[in-house]
């Protein structure tokens, strides 16, 4: 059931044929914009985390039709590689610079940090490889966009990477949640505070909610806190393959050294710092991106099920915690520090 719902290429080729993507991708969308809706009534309901609730729970439910099986692996590949490319428009290198060198060293602190920590932790663990580099990035950098980025070089599994992305939305948003009520009874400044939360909530989304929790400056801060770690992406994957690589991999199972959709997601970064990009066509790009992330993270969601979370087992939600703990004292000492 697993491999229908994620792995087209897998699944019996007359019902490629049959039904092709058009069901499932129309299945994504419509959540991701339904979700969109809510959001509009509800703003703390961003569409993504909305969207992976209602995949997970139908995934777990056992309620995702074989015909729209193609269609949801397309939404959890292709169209979550599209959003990455397009998160690129939301990215300023000037704003990020504008933080100021300190928060920049932070940033990289964290993700250094926390991806070299995380899999150190998951080694001792004992946690497989391919799941330990999935949390390790998509907890460091930027959720699901860091999971999609690295899944290649991880060799990891469709399942994989399912309960990957839930671990980073459920402790992510438990984050989201209970940080800025933490943050309120430190005597930190709301900036600064807003800065912490940037530096060690894992999905944009959930950056996007705390920041609004924060309060005043506090948003603004933390989002171009979080943007500087999400700058950092590019460069994390190019280390990783840089490093397998001088391990001794066979050139021709070598993946590329930038995925395509992560050097798209550079170009527009750099036109969108370089150029004058019209607010319009901003606004226009920064729906169609929230749209499809949804639509992807509704399609990741799709692939949990019981059997994945039970095979997952214990020590991948204990590494989970540990990097999400190590992330956040990573951010608050740093923060604490630049004062």
Excluded: N, Y
Excluded at 8 to 19: C, E, F, L, Q, V
Excluded at 39 to 67: D, Q
Excluded at 131 to 148: E, P, Q, T
Excluded at 161 to 177: D, F, K, N, R, Y
């Amino acid at each position: 059931m697993t491999q229908a719902v994620l792995v087209p290429d897998r699944a019996p080729t007359a019902t490629r044929h049959r039904t092709g993507a058009g069901p499932g991708l129309l299945l994504a969308l419509s959540v991701a914009l339904l979700a969109h809706g809510l959001h509009a009534t509800v703003p703390a309901a961003h569409p993504s985390l909305v969207a992976v609730t209602v995949g997970g729970a139908a995934g777990l439910a056992g309620l995702v039709p074989r015909v729209a099986a193609p269609g949801v692996a397309v939404a959890g590949r292709t169209v979550l590689r599209w959003a990455v490319v397009l998160l690129g428009l939301q990215l300023s290198l000037t704003e990020v610079v504008g933080l100021g060198p300190g928060v920049l060293v932070l940033a990289a602190v964290v993700v250094t940090g926390g991806v070299v920590g995380t899999l150190a932790m998951g080694r001792a663990l004992g946690v497989p490889p391919a799941m330990r580099l999935l949390l390790a990035c998509g907890f460091s950098i930027c959720g699901a966009a860091a999971v999609a980025g690295v899944r290649d070089l991880a060799d990891a599994d469709d399942e994989e990477v399912s309960a990957a992305v839930a671990l980073v939305v459920v402790l992510g948003t438990t984050t989201m949640l209970l940080l800025p009520l933490g943050l309120a009874l430190t005597p930190l400044d709301v900036r600064t505070r807003g800065v912490v939360v940037g530096a060690s909530v894992h999905e944009v989304a959930q950056v996007v909610v705390a920041g609004g929790l924060v309060g005043g400056a506090g948003l603004g801060a933390a989002v171009v806190a979080k943007l500087a770690r999400v700058v950092l992406l590019a460069p994390t994957l190019l280390a990783l393959r840089l490093t397998t690589a001088r391990r001794g991999a066979a050139v021709a199972a070598r993946p590329p050294l930038l995925p395509w959709f992560v050097a798209g997601f550079l170009v527009l970064a750099a036109g969108r710092s370089l150029l004058d990009v019209p607010p319009p066509a901003l606004a226009v790009a920064g729906e169609v991106q929230g749209v499809a992330m949804a639509a992807a993270m509704f399609a990741l969601g799709c692939g949990l099920r019981r059997e994945t979370l039970r095979r997952v087992g214990a020590r991948p939600v204990l590494l989970a915690v540990l990097a999400t703990l190590l992330v956040l004292a990573l951010a608050l000492t740093g923060a604490l520090l630049l004062g």
